[in-house]
């Protein structure tokens, strides 16, 4: 990952989200959900998109329920999404893909569809109302959680692991379809600012997921060594809060931050056809749960 050095930031002396609208598609659990606790925290209301919710009772935090995993529940929540009012959308929806490959009831790989095609899917059924004209100029921001600027890119001739499956492969699908997702967004709605976030090696549930069975000795090993080279959820949910506001980078649609919040470069790969083509494939694949985007 390179550094893009044309865009630095500060962080506001203050942190106050009182009045801010947030929806967190993977609030429920991992970075999502210590993002959600520290936005909540600080005064916003934040609705949180999973399958189990974990906080009842936590002040500022309100859920929708949904499993992701199928492209009509993506449709049918960005369309309940309240998107004329909100201030921030961020995607963190996720899992790594399984040794043997998974397909989801639309017929679609697993990781590849929770992780990535439900969030082009939410965007979509929401994108119109989102991209409206404020009457405060304010523009939404959007953030994408991936792995942008590591150069992933996806098998374009078979995004959907049918011909070949291999688990980093089909992650890698996934990666690369977010980087695309926060390209082709930034051009497709002039009023939002979107973006895309790198956090590194984060201690959440999806790392028990990557290294070896879950629960085995190799698992446990795996866990234990990258512990060092990892952090926690809320380390980095605070390290990244100030890009929800923020002035900088208004106006700095595309952009993507490192672990650290600091502005990173895109892959190599990354340019108009490229892009134009991985989502032209992946409207195909959604297409087949019987969704139009
Ligand atoms: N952790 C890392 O080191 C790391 C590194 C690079 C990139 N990332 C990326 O960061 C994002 C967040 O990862 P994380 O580490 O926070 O993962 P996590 O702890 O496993 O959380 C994943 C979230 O996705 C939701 N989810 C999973 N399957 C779903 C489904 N079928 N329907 C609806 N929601 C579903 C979970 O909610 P429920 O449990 O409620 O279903 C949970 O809120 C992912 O995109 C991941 O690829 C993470």
Redesign the pocket.
């Known amino acids: 990952m390179k550094r893009d050095k044309t865009l630095t930031w500060t962080p506001p002396a203050t942190l106050d989200f009182t009045g801010k609208n947030i929806v967190i598609v ?8 210590a993002l959600a606790h520290q936005c909540a925290a600080k005064g916003a209301q934040v609705t949180v998109v ?3 919710f974990r906080d009842e009772g936590t002040a500022g935090i309100t859920p929708l329920l ?4 199928k492209m009509k529940e993506a449709e049918r929540v960005g369309q309940m999404l309240p998107a004329e009012e909100l201030d921030a959308l961020l995607f ?4 790594f893909a399984d040794y043997v490959r998974q397909e989801t009831a639309d017929g679609l790989e697993k990781d590849m569809a ?2 990535y095609l439900s969030r082009l899917v939410v965007l979509r059924s929401m994108g119109s109302r989102l991209n409206q004209t404020r009457p405060d100029n304010k523009r939404p921001r959007v953030f994408i ?3 942008p600027g590591t150069g992933r890119q996806a098998v374009i001739n078979d995004m959907n692991s049918e011909k070949n499956y291999a688990r980093w492969t089909a992650h890698q699908n996934a990666v690369a379809g977010n980087e695309a997702l926060v390209y082709d967004a930034s051009k497709r709605y002039p009023n939002l600012d979107v973006f895309g976030l790198n ?4 201690q ?4 028990d997921e990557i290294f070896f069975k879950r629960g085995g000795i190799l698992n446990k090993i795996g866990f234990w060594i990258t512990a060092f080279m ?1 952090r926690t ?1 809320e380390d980095y949910a605070q390290r990244v809060l100030p890009l929800f506001v923020a002035s900088e980078l208004t106006g700095q649609s595309g952009k993507h931050f490192d672990k650290n919040g600091n502005a990173i470069l895109p892959s190599n790969w990354i340019n108009d056809a490229n892009c134009k083509e991985l989502i032209r494939v992946s409207e195909a694949l959604i297409s087949r749960a019987g969704v139009t985007v």
Do not use: C, E, N
């Open positions: 993977g609030g429920t659990g991992g970075i999502g959900r999973g399958r189990t949904a499993d992701l995993s963190t929806t996720g899992i929770i992780s959680m991936g792995y956090p590194g090696f984060v959440t549930d999806i790392r990892t959820p």
